[in-house]
């Protein structure tokens, strides 16, 4: 048995057999929407909205995403150079050629630390437990004001990363970076060239290599004490973000004749249950009508889609020819325009969609969200409607009307940015 067996005249004709041994399937069968026209079948990616299969999705499907570690972004990252990552890389994992190493691969060899000339080397005396290096430690720890965990290098790194100024966690880790790498540095200076630079050569280094690099990022300081100090302290130029409010996003009526249909999506949760809301209004700004609907589960993508694809139903349904719907999601007006990017559990509805659309005078736009505020709102509220439920207001809710009011004297909305 085929599925087209199954459909008569374009609509679903369930044998009576599947009707009696399970009525549910039947019915959840009976609820996907048919294309009004025939469209090829397409193999959708189940696990992409959109269904299709890339290159990047094969690799990762076939090889997997890879082990994932807290501290990989502070280590790998396009402000610090490769060269400077590799080091400390290699310190995490103990991989230096250090005495200590060189002995545990059967190297006969007298040992001792370069720096203080006291103490076998090993990896964790000449970074961290050396008096002489571990003044860059201190220094660093006094002019910027953290505690830093000179237990171990992975301490160290991970320490970073609870400080809540995102600057100045990024000049932390590169300082520390940047550090092992100078002390590694001049490690092989003294070791193999008997060459030997002073403390302050060191810290200047240190200071002009985190000042390069933090020129690389784009990181901005908040206008905080810490942060100032910070740049400061390795004199650089302190980018604040600014606070701008973004003015005159107003919703505007539409040309005489057409009605504007403004529709948003809402999804809540970890679960995500979302709902839709819209909104049709004339060119006189009067209210025509309003619909929330809870559509059970659903990502933010498809609530989106979802609330166009009911506007649009809505306007068929009502017999409007000419029509504009408002969106705030770009994703479903550029779905719009080129015809990809619909979910692919959504593409037969939201092809007879179109169909309709291309049949009438339809205008799709994109509007910033504080002027789809009535349409969001609407949403919202529909997130409190039982599940799969829907509602029709054929004159105003009570808890729109300022809104509605707002919108039809051309007031904005704005926002901080
Ligand atoms: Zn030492």
Redesign the pocket.
């Known amino acids: 048995m085929k599925v087209s067996d199954c459909i008569t005249n374009g609509e679903w004709c369930i044998p009576e057999y599947i009707v009696n041994r399970d009525s549910n399937l039947a019915t959840h069968i009976c609820n996907i929407t048919l294309p009004v026209d025939d469209i090829p079948d397409m193999l959708c990616w189940a696990s992409v909205p959109d269904g299709i299969l890339t290159n990047k999705i094969a690799f990762r499907t076939l090889n997997g995403i890879g082990q994932r570690t807290v501290w990989a972004n502070s280590l790998w990252n396009t402000h610090t150079p490769p060269s400077r990552s590799f080091i400390t890389w290699r310190l995490l994992n103990n991989k230096l050629p250090t005495d200590e190493n060189l002995r545990k691969r059967g190297c006969f060899i007298v040992s001792i630390?370069c720096?203080?000339l006291?103490?076998s080397e090993t990896s964790q005396?000449?970074f961290f437990d050396?008096?002489?290096t571990s003044n860059l430690w201190e220094w660093l720890r006094k002019g910027t004001n953290q505690s830093l965990d000179c237990t171990n290098c992975l301490l160290m790194l991970i320490g970073g990363l609870s400080i809540s100024s995102k600057m100045v966690q990024q000049l932390v880790q590169s300082i520390i970076i940047h550090t092992i790498w100078v002390i590694w540095r001049e490690r092989n200076q003294r070791y193999f060239h008997d060459k030997k630079q002073a403390m302050t050569t060191l810290f200047n280094t240190i200071l002009s290599e985190v000042n390069q690099s933090y020129n690389l990022s784009l990181v901005k300081g908040s206008p905080a004490m810490l942060d100032y100090n910070v740049a400061k302290l390795f004199n650089i130029p302190f980018k604040v973000k600014r606070i701008t409010p973004i003015h005159g996003t107003s919703w505007k009526p539409p040309s005489a004749g057409v009605f504007k249909l403004n529709c948003d999506g809402s999804s809540i949760g970890s679960q995500p249950c979302g709902s839709i809301g819209i909104v049709i209004r004339d060119s006189d700004s009067n209210f025509i009508g309003a619909i929330c609907s809870n559509i059970g589960h659903a990502t933010p993508l498809e609530a989106e889609f979802s609330a166009c694809m009911l506007a649009i139903e809505r306007a068929q349904h009502m017999g409007l020819t000419n029509i504009c719907l408002e969106t705030d999601s770009l994703q479903v007006v550029n779905a719009f325009r080129t015809k990809l990017g619909a979910p692919w559990k959504m593409r037969a509805r939201w092809f007879n969609c179109l169909k309709f659309c291309y049949g009438i005078i339809c205008s799709f736009v994109h509007i910033p969200r504080e002027g789809n505020m009535v349409a969001d709102v609407i949403a919202k509220n529909g997130q409190g409607l039982s599940l799969y439920s829907t509602q029709w207001w054929s004159s105003p809710p009570s808890f729109i009307n300022s809104l509605l009011l707002r919108d039809s004297l051309g007031l904005p909305f704005s926002r901080l940015a």
Request: with cysteine.
């Open positions: 630390c720096f203080c006291q103490e005396h000449i050396c008096p002489v």
